[in-house]
């Protein structure tokens, strides 16, 4: 994980909205404007699947200094995440 990325009051995981080129619905520029409203650091980071969605909580765990909150932002529905590009869910438990 970068150095900014260890320091940052917020770290967002999120993935795709849609498959669709034209569709470029993304939960960024309503983070972007609380952030600088609050007055906090933002890194953003993107995942299509479970297995990138581990990677990137793994890098969050192993870092010496690591971001406040984590948000994870995609669709999904009781104890599983539907990233746009996964074939499947990706269960809680498994992540």
Request: charged share 25%; hydrophobic share 35%.
């Given at each position: ?14 993935s795709?909205w ?74 809680f438990?498994?992540?």
């Open positions: 994980m970068s150095p900014s990325a260890r320091n940052a009051d917020l770290l967002v995981l999120e795709d849609g498959e669709d080129l034209a569709d470029c619905k993304s939960s960024r520029p309503f983070i972007e404007g609380l952030a600088s409203a609050l007055g906090i650091t933002t890194v953003f980071r993107s995942f299509h699947t479970g297995r990138d969605l581990e990677h990137w909580l793994h890098q969050v765990f192993i870092a010496k200094q690591s971001p406040r909150v984590v948000y994870i932002s995609t669709h999904g529905t009781r104890r599983c995440l539907h990233p746009s590009l996964s074939k499947k869910g990706v269960q438990r498994d992540v």
